[in-house]
């Protein structure tokens, strides 16, 4: 290869050759490697117009590139990103820059960012979001590293990534894992907004719609403040007949979500933060009791409860009710997500300006929405703790929770399960609460532990010997 690269991509499966594809697209020149060479030679056969450099080895690719180097991994996370470094990290030199697209966990980044650091090369952990599509056409991104890699590797990547009227769906997020953490929640969002449209879906047939209905319903969500990619695709799964039954293809899909982990990350961290994010875990744990077949299978016999059927007098209220639900699940659901990042911020020393995640977040990504636009410009205007204070969410807020709540009465009468509806309701009512019933486990754990406890009206921990009675407590 005599030919110098702007960038190299490594890891030639549909994510790594579509994102090598719209470099290409961008005016990039590109060098391509992957573990087996058949797989080079398949995209640069199927892909003549990108004007590739086939790349047949590792010291192939590094010498083919332009310094300071800068070569994206597009490889399946964990085992297979640490076997890649060790194959790159020895032939790069001082200033090169190695790139993780995978989604891989921010703590192992952070572990991978500090081992180059200490050889001189720049490691960047770069969330990418958008699937296969994104990846060819312009996902969302999420880099990051440390600045001095920014100023070469930022240009490129703000090239390829989706527009918003113009401005990129790129920016700088931060140093080492930060990127990744991002992504982690952006993920954990798309976890419980996907989870809230099913359970919508859910409420709306117990009613008796049929799925074109449904379909039609959510096709004109989408023309209102619900505007977003997965409502969009939402309307088009649920428009698929199935070509063997004639029957909606929804109809013949096993009722099992699979998961890749970032989801499962979100709920571990925020456990680890002491961060609220009971909407997003609850559609973890949804996941994981539908893809629990033998618990379903033993208990479904023996569970009495009424029959998932609700019976609608009028329903167009109805469905608005649904509609204020589901709109106000997915606000608390973005308020948690972006409350986790805020406080994930300042456990690791980002300097992650939330706002400007919000607006990246605005296309090119999956929870890509036209709240986000609000929602950015709320983060800017002001310093908010969470989003749920933001001034022109309150009043939507407060009046969508009639609906909201109606919705779950109907929920629980007629047992259809709503975990996140459930959940993002129970978190806004803790959040407006001015007393939570901790003051009582404070006093059980000091009773069973005399692990002390705060008063309302004086400072200091204090602790009580518990006598059992109405007597006067003693305190310590």
Known sequence: MTERASIGVVGMAVMGSNLARNFANHGHRVAIFNRTYEKTEKVM?????????????????????????????????????????????PLLEDG???????????KDTQRREIALRDKGVHFV????????EGALHGPSIMPGGSAHSYEFLGPLLEDISAKFHGEPCCTYIGTDGAGHFVKMVHNGIEYSDMQGIGEAFSLLRAAGLTVPEISDIFREWNKGELDSYLIEITSRVLDQVDAKTGKPLVDEIVDAAGQKGTGSWTAQVSLELGVDVNAIAESVFARSISSSPELRAALQPLLQGPDRTIAVEDRDAFVEDVRQA?????????????????????????????AAVARIWRAGCIIRAKLLDRISNEYAAGNLTNLLEAPSLIADMAAAQDGWRR???????????????????AYYDSARSPRLPAFLIQGQRDFFGAHTYRRVDEEGTFHTEWSGDRSETKLS
């Open 407 to 425: 919705t779950l009465g109907r929920a629980i009468a007629s047992g259809v399960a709503t975990p996140v509806f459930s959940a993002a309701l």
């Open 45 to 89: 056969a199927e892909h003549p117009e990108a004007g590739f450099l086939a790349a047949r080895t590792p010291e192939e690719l590094v010498a083919g590139l332009e310094k300071p180097r800068r070569i994206m991994m597009m490889v399946k996370a964990g085992a297979a990103t640490d076997a890649t470094i060790d194959t790159f990290a």
């Open 326 to 354: 589901l709109w106000a699940s997915k606000v608390v659901a973005y308020s948690q997500g972006l409350d986790l990042i805020r406080i994930g911020a300042q456990e690791y020393g980002w300097d992650i300006d939330v």
């Open 96 to 106: 090169d820059i190695l790139i993780d697209g995978g989604n891989a966990f921010y």
């Open 125 to 132: 952990g770069v969330g990418v979001s958008g699937g296969e």
